[in-house]
């Protein structure tokens, strides 16, 4: 019941940020306390189009482990992919604090009367690359928790993975209106 319910909040979290058009990273970078980042949504502060371009086909050490019943994972496997999902979070943490930190650089240089043209292109490039790091640190994360699992899981993994795609989408028509009622 409890996997059931953090999938749904975290599929709908996901899905309701990217549909209703907000910015993640813009979001995060404003200090929202409630922003998806204080929910372990770290790979939503990117603006890389990372949930439906990578992570439906490569979910993660993380959704491996939400799914470690269904998979078969033995406990070393359970082990090395927790130790995946500590890695990653502790990463993209690292990315998350360089963002906002450039973010606040970009805005404080914005602001000044007659700013440098030079540390503006600067701060915009430093937002550039803090959020390019978030979108690919978490790349080798989610295909190593995917090459610990034996052919038999991996093939699980495969259906697990085309059934929330299905879901996604499904989940997204839902949002847009798409619903069958045009």
Same mark, same amino acid.
């Given at each position: 019941?409890?996997?059931?319910?953090?999938?749904?909040?975290?599929?709908?979290?996901?899905?309701?940020?990217?549909?209703?058009?907000?910015?993640?990273?813009?979001?995060?970078?404003?200090?929202?306390?409630?922003?998806?980042?204080?929910?372990?949504?770290?790979?939503?502060?990117?603006?890389?189009?990372?949930?439906?371009?990578?992570?439906?086909?490569?979910?993660?050490?993380?959704?491996?482990? %939400?799914?470690?019943?269904? =998979?078969?994972?033995?406990? *070393? +496997?359970?082990?090395?992919?927790?130790?995946? #999902?500590?890695?990653? /979070?502790?990463?993209?943490?690292?990315?998350?604090?360089?963002?906002?930190?450039?973010?606040?650089?970009?805005?404080?240089?914005?602001?000044?009367?007659?700013?440098?043209?030079?540390?503006?292109?600067?701060?915009?490039?430093?937002?550039?690359?803090?959020?390019?790091?978030?979108?690919?640190?978490?790349?080798?994360?989610? %295909?190593?928790?995917?090459? =610990?699992?034996?052919?038999? *899981? +991996?093939?699980?993994?495969?259906?697990?993975? #085309?059934?929330?795609? /299905?879901?996604?989408?499904?989940?997204?028509?839902?949002?847009?209106?798409?619903?069958?009622?045009?």
């Amino acid at each position: 019941m409890t996997k059931a319910i953090l999938k749904n909040a975290f599929l709908a979290m996901a899905l309701a940020a990217l549909a209703g058009g907000l910015n993640p990273a813009h979001a995060a970078m404003q200090g929202r306390r409630g922003t998806m980042a204080k929910r372990g949504m770290y790979f939503m502060h990117h603006s890389l189009g990372f949930p439906f371009i990578f992570f439906r086909f490569h979910p993660g050490p993380h959704w491996d482990l %939400l799914h470690a019943a269904a =998979l078969h994972l033995t406990p *070393q +496997q359970v082990a090395e992919e927790k130790h995946l #999902a500590m890695g990653m /979070m502790m990463e993209t943490g690292r990315g998350v604090r360089r963002l906002k930190m450039a973010y606040r650089n970009y805005r404080k240089a914005a602001r000044a009367p007659n700013p440098s043209i030079r540390a503006l292109v600067g701060d915009v490039m430093a937002v550039g690359r803090a959020q390019t790091y978030l979108g690919y640190v978490m790349i080798p994360f989610h %295909l190593k928790g995917y090459r =610990l699992l034996d052919p038999a *899981q +991996q093939a699980i993994y495969q259906r697990l993975a #085309a059934t929330m795609r /299905m879901r996604m989408m499904q989940a997204m028509r839902r949002m847009h209106g798409m619903g069958g009622m045009h």
